[in-house]
């Protein structure tokens, strides 16, 4: 791959990505180059993109992305080479790398939290962890590898990361068997979290969304209700299913305001809440219900730690189901399209770039 060239979508600034010929990347000893199959076009790809503040801060000195730099984090990809060192790979094989690229070293790679890594490097921002909208893409020697089937379509392969978000996010709300559980935000990852929390048997599973076609799809999968905030009052229905108490379990994943307000107004007392959407901006919320009010169990949720190989193998055997969740498919110099398809058409739930 000496001196060959690439094309590769790179993220300069909000509203400024430009699909660009750049090197190959070059492995060392201890890497892995893949020729990407494809990469699919995450919410939080979408509020990068539109400036979010997750990702480039209130000023540059507080950014987190390094730009520019290769997006993309939802990757796969075919294995074309690997350093000397590099055991237990062959060429030819579909791999992909978690999202994070762990440090080994600090606290929380210790101690095997190496999601929460705590100088945070997510394949997509950062320079020594460039991402999956690409020919090409690095593994750098600390990733966190997992096979996949040679038989995995790009309709399976693509859903992996988002699925082992969305099932870390159910493992964070301790689900039992008792528990009415609702799932607000019912794209590629909202899905994935009726798939995981099938799994736990709750006595109820409702979604929420505004969109018919999520709506359609998660009862689908298993959800027991789905309803639309805009056409439904559903704190007033939900209090219908629970004797007037509320929802045991709320999970948050549209990274929208008036989701968390509806939440925490849905919540039962002493109930569990936990966030996984991410917002673009700060947002306003009467922070008493929690603790002078209900008493609730707030939880964060963060990326998929430990949950890859459960995801892999839970669509390898069709426990989780991932038919129609990949809605479309671009090219890398269609990017522009692809994006406002994963942003505004109504029917789009998981679109991918395949370069």
Known sequence: MMDKKMKALRVYAPYDYRVEEIDVPQIGDNEILVEIRGCGICAGDVKTLHGGQRVWGTSPETAYIEAPATGGHEFYGEVVDFGKNVQGIKKGQLLLAEQILPCGECKFCREGNYWMCQPHHIYGFKDDAQGGFAEYMKYAEKSVLHPLPDDFTIQQAALVEPFACAMHAVERGGITHEDVLVISGLGAIGLGMIN???????????????????????????????????????????????????????????????????????????????????????????????????????????????????????IADGTIRTDGVVTHIYKLDDWKEAFETAEKDPNAIKVVLQP
């Open 196 to 314: 995981a929390a099938k799994k736990l048997a709750p006595k109820l599973i409702i979604g929420l969304d505004l969109k018919k076609s999520r709506l359609e799809k998660a009862k689908e999968f298993g959800a027991d209700y789905v309803f639309n905030p805009l056409e439904t009052d559903v704190i007033k229905e939900i209090r219908k299913l629970t004797d007037g108490y509320g929802c045991d379990v709320y999970i948050e994943a549209s990274g929208s305001e008036p989701s968390v307000r509806q939440g925490l107004e849905m919540i039962r007392n002493l109930g569990r809440y936990v966030q996984f959407g991410v917002f673009p901006t700060d947002i306003t919320i009467d922070w008493n219900i929690i603790g002078d009010t209900k008493e609730i169990d707030v939880r964060g949720s963060h990326l998929s730690g430990h949950c890859y190989d459960a995801v892999i193998k839970g």
